[in-house]
């Protein structure tokens, strides 16, 4: 199957920008996704990206792709505490007859130092 | 809270035994999918269903199996239990993936998940 890859580990000073890298390798992707986990709980969308999209704003996120390299990036602007969490990339994958799936990254945990 | 519930929230069993988890979907949604997550694996796509019938299926055991009943919710059934299935697992939940086109950007609401853990 195809992979979706990232850091395992971030760790940042609040305050400060957190950037969460991840690279896919289904060039047929239509959409990626970012995905926000916190202790105990599921997973929460924070943000998607159309894949003729370069870049996508919402408040103190920002998703980049560079669909050349298939590498997606999410940026959180003035990390809080409250931003540790893990974060999963994910990538809608066709499986023919009109059927997708997400494949998931393994997860980056991001962990901010107060 | 994303409209997604499952039950129950912890099980405990033995090697061995059969369990089965349980999924109500978001309001209106149509499709269902199980992921299993666990440290060395990650999450992996387990099975989708749409309207009562199976969609996709990804990295599934034969051990397991699920079904959508007519209400929509949906049931994993994990059967000949081994230590490696202790593990969360979660539901999601989407309107419709594809109608025959092209793919929408048709979010999948999570669950909080099962934790399984098989002794």
């Known amino acids: 199957g195809e992979d979706v890859e990232q850091s395992l580990f971030l760790s940042v000073r609040e305050g400060d920008s957190s950037v969460i890298n991840c690279t896919y390798t289904d060039s047929s992707s239509t959409y990626l996704y970012w995905y926000k986990q916190e202790p105990g709980a599921g997973l929460q969308l924070l943000t998607y990206i159309f894949s003729n999209m370069d870049m996508k704003q919402d408040q103190r996120l920002t998703v980049l792709l560079n669909k050349k390299d298939k590498h997606l990036s999410l940026r959180i602007a003035d990390t809080q505490t409250g931003d540790s969490a893990i974060y999963f990339c994910a990538e809608m994958e066709g499986r023919g007859a009109g059927s997708y799936q997400l494949t998931f990254g393994k997860g980056t945990k991001l962990s901010v130092i107060p | 809270d994303s409209g997604v519930t499952q039950t129950p929230k912890h099980l405990i069993t033995a090697t061995g035994q059969r369990v089965t988890l349980r999924c109500s979907p978001r309001?209106?949604?149509?499709?269902v999918y199980w992921y299993q997550q666990s440290l060395d694996q990650g999450l992996q796509f387990l099975i989708q269903y749409y309207n009562g019938e199976e969609r996709a299926k990804g990295n599934i055991l034969e051990r397991f199996s699920a079904q959508q009943f007519p209400d929509l919710h949906s049931e994993l059934n994990l059967s000949s239990l081994e230590l490696g299935d202790s593990a969360l697992y979660f539901c999601?939940?989407?309107?419709?993936?594809?109608?025959?086109?092209?793919?929408?950007?048709?979010?999948?609401?999570f669950g909080p998940g099962t934790r399984l853990t098989v002794l």
């Open positions: 999601a939940s989407s309107v419709d993936w594809a109608s025959g086109g092209a793919p929408k950007a048709d979010t999948q609401y």
């Open positions: 309001s209106g949604d149509l499709s």
